[in-house]
């Protein structure tokens, strides 16, 4: 649990460097933009190596029980935010209409999960991972309003879904192999 709790203190506190633009400058010109960006990603893969190795090896430790008639409304969710996710990425009109797409993917995802494990290992990733949405999607509101956004063509929202679904579908085929969990098979 120690290598799990690690992962998500530094991936997680981390992501937390922009909303402080006085140790963010400090950091920048100690390191210059390139030092700042390249450690930023070393230390975020640590964190998230730390996150997959701790989830891996954590005993199981039951904190409730997982609401399984909710299993389809967890893969409604993940897939909301498989295509939420790439809306972000992707200049199409669907971030003129979701304000954070991918705070609010991440949420999505997290919540998923949540109502289908409770172990605790669990709980503390994707419940960390919540957290760190919801206080994200906050904090981005309160520091700035969003411009608006010009209308983009058509293509680029089937684009930004395309490139979500086939990730969902991808995940989804592979997520037994990569979590021990099948989530195509809905009783």
Request: aromatic share 8%.
């Amino acid at each position: 649990m120690t290598s799990l709790l690690l992962g998500l203190i530094v991936f997680i506190g981390l992501h937390q460097l922009p909303g402080l633009p006085t140790l963010r400058g400090f950091l920048l010109q100690r390191l210059g933009e390139g030092g700042y960006k390249g450690a930023f990603s070393l230390a975020a893969l640590v964190g998230l190596g730390l996150i997959v190795y701790g989830k891996s090896v954590a005993q199981s430790v039951h904190v409730y029980a997982p609401l399984e008639d909710l299993r389809i409304a967890t893969t409604l969710l993940v897939l909301a935010a498989f295509v939420l996710f790439p809306a972000s990425i992707v200049p199409c009109n669907l971030r003129r209409l979701v304000r954070h797409p991918q705070l609010i993917a991440v949420a999505l995802w997290a919540l998923g999960h949540l109502l289908v494990n409770g172990d605790l290992a669990s709980v503390l990733l994707f419940g960390g991972f919540l957290g760190f949405a919801v206080n994200g999607i906050v904090s981005a509101n309160r520091r700035a309003k969003v411009p608006g956004l010009d209308r983009k063509p058509l293509m680029a929202d089937l684009a930004a879904v395309v490139i979500g679904l086939a990730a969902w579908a991808a995940l989804s085929w592979f997520h037994d192999q990569l979590f021990g969990v099948s989530v195509l098979a809905i009783n």
